[in-house]
């Protein structure tokens, strides 16, 4: 017989493995704090300090659609309350009640799980798809969670605005992004540019000699 989540062999009849049966475990604890977390997560740039953000200040920032799903109807309340759900039926109780705000929602159901994870672990048939989908569900949370990387400096714009007048402005690689474009005028230098552009060794092409 093997684990249902990650197939490893088991030494007696169970659906789940004890590394499985602890990840889901921690997951379970873990996962009604991250969504409270998530709303401090709600703006992009929220817990940065690092010196760029306040270039993109100009304008009221977005709510992240990303963090926003996963707070709603359909993100993790539905994810967890599904699988209580399932495993109600499974051991032949009620369909539980779902009440108050999400917040508690998500608790709830996490709760409850957690309480039955022993027979979770041994006798759920769908142990190994829920272990799965939870630990897919809590590695999400966790990107959203992790803080951006910092954004790059990588020098000066060479643009020649007419007449030698250079451009100048400060480059930044945006996080997550391959292209850097100057806020200023508007140029565009692909990655393959970016270490002479720091090295501060850009020839703008024609102005050789
Ligand atoms: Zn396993
Ligand atoms: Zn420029």
């Not at 989540?5 to 990840?23: E, K, M």
């Not at 009221?60 to 599904?82: I, K, N, Q």
């Not at 039926?89 to 929602?105: I, M």
Request: net charge neutral.
């Amino acid at each position: 017989m093997n684990c249902t989540a990650c197939t490893a062999p088991l030494d007696a009849p169970a659906q789940l493995c004890d590394g499985c049966a602890h990840g889901l475990d921690a997951r379970l604890s873990e996962l009604p704090a991250q969504y409270l977390l998530l709303a401090t997560h709600l703006r992009p740039g929220a817990g940065r300090s690092d010196g760029p953000v306040a270039l993109v200040r100009e304008a009221p920032l977005p709510v992240r659609a990303d963090v926003l799903d996963m707070r709603a109807a359909g993100g993790m309340v539905t994810t967890l309350e599904s699988w209580r759900d399932a495993m109600q039926e499974a051991r032949g109780w009620g369909r539980p009640a779902r009440t108050g705000s999400v917040e508690r929602r998500v608790l709830a159901a996490a709760r409850g799980l957690k309480m039955n994870l022993d027979w979770i672990a041994a006798e759920f048939p769908g142990a190994g798809d829920m272990a799965r989908e939870i630990r897919h569900l809590a590695g999400q949370v966790r990107a959203l969670l992790d803080p951006a990387p910092p954004t790059l400096g990588v020098g000066t714009c060479a643009a020649d605005l007419g007449q030698g007048d250079i451009c100048d402005a400060p480059l930044r690689v945006p996080a997550g992004s391959a292209t850097v474009r100057c806020r200023r005028c508007g140029t565009e230098y692909p990655p393959s540019s970016w270490l002479t552009l720091a090295t501060g060794a850009w020839a703008p092409a024609g102005a050789a000699a």
